[in-house]
């Protein structure tokens, strides 16, 4: 499977999806050669994507929040969130490299735009809230009575040990259908595990 969001096709969750996901963000590891090597290789279902154009975030999401599938892109905090209901949590790796998956988060501004689809529709949310938590907070990714929110997590530095999370919350704006035009702004994506191998091998 391309590593290229624009090439992977949006499938539904599978039963393999099913069994390798883990919804325990706690237990992630740091990014290393070691589960790099064993993510390239993993192939799970992209289950929808994400773009911040403002911070050059555009990566595939994949169900649950195992270390390979947080070195491919997002990973989904809850196995039962629906994109555009309730609250759609999202993780991803802080990385050295600014450019590589969640890592720019901490430099969000608030009123960014954040787009979600799932293969159908696309979901514009607008950041209002971004802070720095511990790691064990996990009020973050509670539901909001009657509002339709987003919320992305990543660490607040990309060293192992980090017990700090940058939260950064997005507001249900609009809801459009998937077509040609909307998805327009998922189609950039760089090559994650060549530029994360780069980095770890300094080349």
Same mark, same amino acid.
């Given at each position: 499977?391309?590593?290229?969001?624009?090439?992977?096709?949006?499938?539904?969750?599978?039963?393999?999806?099913?069994?390798?996901?883990?919804?325990?963000?706690?237990?992630?590891?740091? $990014?290393?050669? /070691?589960?790099?090597?064993?993510?390239?290789?993993?192939?799970? @279902?992209?289950? +929808? !994507? &994400?773009?911040?154009? *403002?911070?050059?975030?555009?990566?595939?999401?994949?169900?649950?929040?195992?270390?390979?599938?947080?070195?491919?892109?997002?990973?989904?905090?809850?196995?039962?969130?629906?994109?555009?209901?309730?609250?759609? $949590?999202?993780? /991803?790796?802080?990385?050295?490299?600014?450019?590589?998956?969640? @890592?720019?988060? +901490? !430099? &969000?501004?608030?009123? *960014?735009?954040?787009?979600?689809?799932?293969?159908?529709?696309?979901?514009?949310?607008?950041?209002?809230?971004?802070?720095?938590?511990?790691?064990?907070?996990?009020?973050?990714?509670?539901?909001?009575?009657?509002?339709?929110?987003?919320?992305?997590?990543?660490?607040?530095?990309?060293?192992?040990?980090?017990?700090?999370? &940058?939260?950064?919350?997005?507001?249900?704006?609009?809801?459009?259908?998937?077509?040609?035009?909307?998805?327009?702004?998922?189609?950039?994506?760089?090559?994650?595990?060549?530029?994360?191998?780069?980095?770890?091998?300094?080349?």
């Amino acid at each position: 499977m391309s590593n290229h969001a624009a090439d992977q096709k949006i499938e539904r969750v599978t039963a393999t999806d099913k069994k390798h996901a883990t919804f325990n963000y706690s237990g992630v590891e740091a $990014a290393n050669i /070691s589960n790099m090597l064993k993510a390239m290789r993993s192939n799970p @279902s992209v289950i +929808g !994507k &994400i773009a911040i154009p *403002s911070d050059d975030i555009h990566l595939p999401i994949y169900y649950g929040v195992s270390n390979y599938v947080l070195l491919k892109g997002a990973g989904t905090l809850s196995p039962t969130q629906k994109m555009g209901e309730g609250n759609y $949590a999202l993780a /991803s790796h802080h990385v050295p490299n600014k450019h590589l998956l969640f @890592s720019s988060l +901490g !430099k &969000i501004k608030l009123k *960014s735009w954040i787009y979600l689809t799932d293969g159908e529709h696309v979901y514009i949310y607008k950041t209002y809230l971004k802070k720095i938590v511990n790691e064990d907070n996990i009020g973050v990714l509670r539901a909001v009575s009657g509002e339709k929110i987003c919320t992305l997590v990543t660490c607040r530095t990309w060293h192992p040990g980090e017990t700090k999370r &940058i939260v950064v919350k997005g507001r249900l704006i609009k809801e459009e259908p998937a077509n040609n035009k909307t998805l327009k702004v998922f189609a950039h994506q760089s090559n994650i595990f060549e530029s994360l191998l780069k980095m770890h091998l300094g080349y």
